[in-house]
């Protein structure tokens, strides 16, 4: 059974805002990344999935529980870190921190002081007073000192200089390690890189790709470009690869004698045999990184190779 599960959960907020048709699951002991721009869902979701917020269609369920019938329960275990930190303003850090713990039941403080001394917490100040930077440590801090199996944060790293981010990278790869079970959201693609096993990619309220980050960074299929030496050899070639149902041309530049193709790494060798039959001025493999996958979906392209199907394989 999946720790987390999100099925066909639609929120319409009219004017196309929301979220429309979202499922997706998450395993125990994966780290799932939920990517998206502003305003693309990625709170709307997770509100959902702790019980904050009623679907108007579909459901989610942590643990087999459902969100909104057992929001108490499920926020109970659940270590929660929001995107949006709104904490009591009358309190200093030291108070909300022996709030919390009380809360969660919490008397050995053990864990709590080793967070608060790894992420470098000064709780001393009053929260009205504290930078948001500190905030968001406090936040992470409460999110993880009663040590939960499975946790939600939306945006955590929001706020943190890059040295705390990288500082929180590494640790959640320690968390994973333990065992636990975390969705991240975040519009960041760095961090979900480092950190995750699946990835959803959402925008406009809905999942427009899910995968295996794996399958991303060791892709069977690897993307050429090559130039050709005249243009009479360009136009051979193009007449030629449009029958070719083993390698696509993503672009053909006529002007520049120059194609972008795909191939697959086991059609490598008959590649060769056939680009062996024209004058080649040059033929090299492009690196098609994960910023340039996601690029694709934020419409801000940073590489023009594009070609984003084969990665969409896997689906939930
Ligand atoms: N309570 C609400 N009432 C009306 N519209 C809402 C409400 N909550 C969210 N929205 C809209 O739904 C869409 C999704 O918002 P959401 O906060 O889930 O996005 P997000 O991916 O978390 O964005 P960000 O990265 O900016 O935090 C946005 O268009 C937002 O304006």
Redesign the pocket.
């Given at each position: 059974m999946p720790v987390i599960e999100i099925e066909h959960l639609t929120k319409d907020?009219g004017h196309h805002?929301?979220i429309f048709d979202v499922s997706f699951s998450i395993e125990k002991g994966e780290v799932y990344g939920f990517l998206?721009p502003?305003?693309?869902?990625?709170?709307?979701?997770i509100r959902h999935i702790m019980g904050f917020s009623r679907p108007q269609q579909g459901r989610t369920l942590v643990n087999g529980l459902n969100s909104w019938e057992r929001a108490s329960d499920i926020q109970k275990d659940l270590g929660y870190l929001p995107?949006e930190i709104a904490l009591p303003e009358s309190l200093t850090g030291h108070q909300f921190i022996k709030m919390m713990a009380e809360l969660r039941g919490i008397t050995d403080m053990t864990h709590t002081k080793t967070l608060i001394k790894k992420f470098e917490l000064d709780p001393s100040g009053s929260l009205k007073r504290m930078s948001l930077g500190m905030k968001r440590k406090l936040a992470i801090v409460t999110a993880f000192m009663h040590d939960p199996a499975v946790l939600v944060l939306d945006?955590p790293t929001s706020g943190l200089d890059p040295i705390m981010q990288n500082l929180f990278i590494e640790f959640i790869k320690e968390e994973k390690e333990k065992g636990k079970t975390i969705l991240i959201?975040s519009?960041i693609f760095s961090e979900i890189d480092a950190t995750c096993d699946k990835i959803s990619i959402?925008k406009d309220?809905r999942l427009i790709s899910s995968f295996m980050a794996d399958d991303l960074r060791h892709s069977e299929i690897k993307t050429y470009e090559i130039e050709f030496k005249t243009e009479e050899e360009f136009n051979r070639f193009e007449h030629a690869v449009k029958d070719c149902e083993k390698f696509e041309a993503l672009s053909l530049t006529p002007h520049k004698h120059q194609t972008i193709l795909r191939i697959y790494d086991t059609d490598i060798n008959r590649f060769i045999s056939f680009i062996s039959d024209y004058d080649v001025k040059f033929f090299s493999e492009i690196k098609f990184t994960l910023e340039d996958y996601f690029m694709k979906f934020y419409d801000r392209t940073s590489n023009e190779t594009g070609g984003v199907e084969p990665y969409a394989a896997y689906r939930n």
């Open positions: 907020y805002r929301g998206g502003n305003g693309a869902g990625k709170t709307t979701t995107g945006e959201s519009h959402i309220g």
